[in-house]
């Protein structure tokens, strides 16, 4: 048994089954979902799956210093990659947010650090039997994209970092009846 939500898309299986909820430390794993999950404001998360090796490549794996140093040249460029969301704000705030992301790196000895303090450095594990039941936001999301905007990220509201809180396990969101909810929770 699964969520409902990844349906019958292989992708959408692959990524549910490895990936969403399981607690991630890595500091440009977080980049890159921060990046993607910004891009996603107003798409479908498939479509941003189906583009995340592209996003990769032209993203030169994450790093976030490399996206720190991207001019005005390179935005110029991106906005000609076919393979990526080519929204000019989107990938304007992708550079500043990398540039934010190594100051918090900077004061928190790790981006990882600093995220999962908003939930006391533990895994939240919910208890919802179904998909309805999922909020979009909660108060630890509200909290963090204030303080986040307060350093200087953008495109990271509270819906989108609630999503990077599930994606990258501060949450344990799997329905209780899914395999993947007691697999993860830590």
């Given at each position: 048994?699964?969520?409902?939500?990844?349906?019958?898309?292989?992708?959408?299986?692959?990524?549910?089954?490895?990936?969403?909820?399981?607690?991630?430390?890595?500091?440009?794993?977080?980049?890159?979902?921060?990046?993607?999950?910004?891009?996603?404001?107003?798409?479908s998360w498939l479509t941003?799956?189906?583009?995340?090796?592209?996003?990769?490549?032209?993203?030169?794996?994450?790093?976030?210093?490399?996206?720190?140093?991207?001019?005005?040249?390179?935005?110029?460029?991106?906005?000609?990659?076919?393979?990526?969301?080519?929204?000019?704000?989107?990938?304007?705030?992708?550079?500043?947010?990398?540039?934010?992301?190594?100051?918090?790196?900077?004061?928190?000895?790790?981006?990882?650090?600093?995220?999962?303090?908003?939930?006391?450095?533990?895994?939240?594990?919910?208890?919802?039997?179904?998909?309805?039941?999922?909020?979009?936001?909660?108060?630890?999301?509200?909290?963090?994209?204030?303080?986040?905007?307060?350093?200087?990220?953008?495109?990271?509201?509270?819906?989108?970092?609630?999503?990077?809180?599930?994606a990258t396990g501060l949450?344990?969101?799997?329905?209780?009846?899914?395999?993947?909810?007691?697999?993860?929770?830590?």
């Open positions: 048994m699964r969520c409902s939500w990844c349906g019958d898309n292989p992708l959408y299986i692959k990524y549910h089954d490895e990936e969403w909820g399981v607690p991630v430390y890595d500091d440009r794993i977080h980049f890159e979902f921060l990046v993607l999950e910004s891009a996603q404001a107003g798409l941003v799956l189906k583009k995340r090796a592209n996003y990769r490549k032209a993203y030169k794996g994450f790093d976030p210093e490399i996206v720190a140093a991207f001019d005005q040249n390179k935005i110029d460029e991106l906005m000609q990659n076919k393979g990526i969301i080519r929204n000019k704000k989107k990938i304007e705030a992708s550079v500043n947010n990398a540039k934010v992301f190594l100051e918090v790196q900077k004061e928190f000895g790790s981006f990882s650090n600093y995220i999962w303090s908003f939930v006391e450095g533990r895994q939240v594990v919910s208890s919802y039997e179904s998909i309805e039941e999922l909020p979009a936001k909660t108060a630890q999301s509200e909290a963090l994209a204030k303080d986040m905007k307060k350093r200087g990220f953008k495109f990271l509201g509270p819906v989108i970092l609630y999503s990077h809180m599930q949450v344990n969101d799997h329905i209780v009846s899914c395999f993947r909810h007691k697999e993860i929770t830590e």
